[in-house]
């Protein structure tokens, strides 16, 4: 398989920061019993879900702005 390149996840991802909490979050996720999303055998769960987020199995869902609508 292919190398996965922090480029290939910010397609999906919009920008470094976003991707380093995207993956940290994952990572716990795994951890703690979630399932692969994808298949790479001997990889680190680090490696895997960058695999998943640039696979596109990752979505990301982002908050409403929380800031009052009137000042």
């Not at 920008?15 to 298949?39: F, M, P, W």
């Amino acid at each position: 398989m292919a190398r996965v390149t922090v480029e290939d996840c910010l397609i999906r991802v919009p920008n470094r920061y976003s991707l380093v909490h995207i993956v940290a979050k994952r990572v716990r996720q795994t951890r703690e019993g979630a399932d692969y999303l994808v298949y790479s055998p001997k990889n680190e769960d680090i490696v895997i879900a960058l695999r998943e987020i640039a696979a596109g199995k990752i979505r990301i869902q982002q908050k409403e702005s929380e800031a009052p609508d009137k000042i």
